[in-house]
């Protein structure tokens, strides 16, 4: 018989080159009072679409995700738009579309002056992830007043 695995209720997945840098602070004030695990993809090989090497490791980070309520998925602003670690993950995770289905979103971002257009494109982009993975996102942060607003969201429903 297996481990029985206990769920994790809210996953604070990095999306950036630093497990303790930037993004992972702004995940610690945003997820301030809500107990949470933390998971750095850059500790992960997560091949990109089309690609099957006998190295990937979406599986562990997908068993992680499915176990949880909420994903709050944060990021660095590279070049206008999110990592490139985050952007392969919303794409293979695209890919079994029911995987995430009835949990909730929350998505961060930080960097240093992202224009109006990146804003739009990475916010559309998350509410576009969460329609398509039916999830219910249920916030947006990127700064310190949308994180303290966020933050109180979460803890209402911890």
Known sequence: MGIMRVPVKTVFVNASQHADGNTADMGRRLLAGVPYEQ??????RIDALGQRTAGDQLEPVEAM???SETIVLGTPVYWHTVSG???VLLERLSQGSSVLAGKRLVFCYQGSGPTPE???QMEYMMGRFAEVMGMQLVGIASDAASV???NARLRSTA
């Open 65 to 67: 995700l499915r176990r």
């Open 85 to 87: 670690l985050l952007k």
């Open 148 to 150: 303290r607003r966020v």
């Open 39 to 44: 998971l750095d993809l850059v500790e992960y």
């Open 118 to 120: 990146s804003v739009a």
